[in-house]
């Protein structure tokens, strides 16, 4: 698809309350780190979005979390795809990623579970093999929210 | 989410014919593209599968475009997200990216708006404008599809 239609374009890095009002109840976003070669990893995780920052709880052996180690530049988009293109939205969010400390993990992932009710019984986060990571917004790119 | 319930992690290139079956159905993949100081771009593209490589149309001024023609490494996801997390399932392919011909396009642009009929109403391909895709899978990580 071609994102033209309803071309709205912002480069700084404010979220407007229409595109925080959409990013925080997003249930997946797909998050692309990038490795020393400048290859792309891309995939799906569910997103905490909070007080302008996004959470995602993920692996410590994870691929993305070593490529965030090395190269801290991550970009989070949050879409949602109808066949009816005229109504197709989203927003692309450049940032950074940081591996939050143990206080911060233990608080973000009691909001993570509250958000996610999956995680506790399907796939907990650990301490000891998981980690949160938090983006801290740069740039983004939006499309069809006015 | 972690993708840990189901944890089918492959290597090699060759795409199966599950993954190919689930690939080619699918009506928007995310697809990450890196710029030359290592910054994704990331954003959902309508893919069209066909002989193991995924197509998809662009603008030519596209950001994403101009990632690919100065590191040709892309990476594409393809997902599909269920509050089910034992059901979730996914195909990230990394590969190689290249603007196909003017020949190649026509015959492309074909099937493109065979598999999406908005395009010509909503988003023609123009010549002058735009231009396809190709991407050549190097590598896959696949979750879910046994």
Known sequence: MKIAGRPACRDNMKLTKTEKDF????????????????????????????KD???????????KLRNIQANPSVTVVFDEYTEAWSFLRGVMVQGTGRVVNK????E??????????QYESNAPLGE??????????????SWGLE
């Not at 920052?53 to 691929?63: L, V």
């Not at 000891?128 to 790119?141: G, L, N």
Request: net charge positive; charged share 30%; hydrophobic share 35%.
């Open 128 to 141: 000891r093999d998981s980690v949160i990571v938090e983006v801290t917004p740069t740039r983004k790119f």
């Open 23 to 50: 990013l925080q109840y997003q249930r997946v976003a797909r998050m692309a780190s990038v490795d020393s070669n400048g290859v792309a990893h891309n995939v799906p995780v569910c997103p905490l979005v909070d």
């Open 103 to 106: 206080k911060e993990f233990q």
């Open 53 to 63: 920052k996004i959470y995602f709880g993920t692996e410590r052996k994870a691929r």
């Open 108 to 117: 973000l992932r009691k909001k993570i579970y509250s958000k996610f009710s």
